[in-house]
Antibody, heavy 117, light 111 residues
């Protein structure tokens, strides 16, 4: 059974940092690109970042470029999102999702990031 | 970025009646390999999104056959032929043909 389990969310002050993690199981992790997708409270879904299977191709949404860094450790079946210079607009539930054929077949349960003073 | 526009944004449906959601993209979703990577997701209250449909019209395993997807190019539709109470939630279209993947605004279905 495919599982994606996010962690690392919490409450942080504006300008602060957080590192999110996503541990994958039930599939060969290094065969798949992985994405982060977020959802602000009561709002829709927003793509944040992607990393391909070997980590050599990375892309960011304009809204997070220069502040967030995506990475992965295939030996640990883990995906990460380092988030710096956080603002209130970054408050959201952050999901990791497995990318295959232009789609997200599997999603985690999400980890909540709250940016507030 | 490709803009995905859904309509309506809100849908009030009686159980047993049909429902239809439209999704339009700002450019063609036909990818270079000839495939069209248009997906539909359902998000029930308090849950993660669940994929219902991929590549326009392919239903995921376990998705009831009352859900169907259709369309081509820039115009796509999700239909529920007989809405049930468990269908309450928000429905999103998402394109995976162009980077970055983009979502529609979501359509809230209520009973």
């Amino acid at each position: 059974e495919v599982q994606l389990v996010e962690s690392g969310g919490g409450v942080v002050q504006p300008g602060g940092s957080l590192r999110l993690s996503c541990v994958a199981s039930g599939f060969t992790f290094d065969d798949f690109a992985m994405h982060w997708v977020r959802q602000a409270p009561g709002k829709g879904l927003e793509y944040v970042s992607l990393i391909n299977d070997n980590g050599e191709t990375i892309h960011y949404a304009d809204s997070v470029k220069g502040r967030f860094t995506i990475s992965r450790d295939n030996s640990k079946n883990s995906l990460y999102l380092q988030m710096n210079s956080l603002g209130t607009d970054d408050t959201a539930l952050y999901y990791c999702a497995r990318d295959y054929m232009g789609s997200y077949e599997y999603w985690g349960q999400g980890t909540l990031v709250t940016v507030s003073s | 970025d490709v803009v995905m526009t859904q309509s309506p944004l809100s849908l009030l449906v009686t159980v047993g009646q049909p429902a239809s959601i439209s999704c339009r993209s700002s450019q063609s979703l036909v990818y270079g390999d000839g495939e069209t990577y248009l997906n539909w997701f359902q998000q029930r209250p308090g849950q993660s999104p669940r994929r219902l449909i991929f590549k326009v019209s392919n239903r995921d395993s376990g998705v009831p056959d009352r859900f169907s997807g259709s369309g081509s190019g820039t115009d796509f539709t999700l239909k529920i032929n007989r809405v049930e109470a468990e269908d309450v939630g928000v429905y999103y279209c998402m394109q995976g043909s162009h980077w970055p993947y983009t979502f529609g605004q979501g359509t809230k279905l209520e009973i």
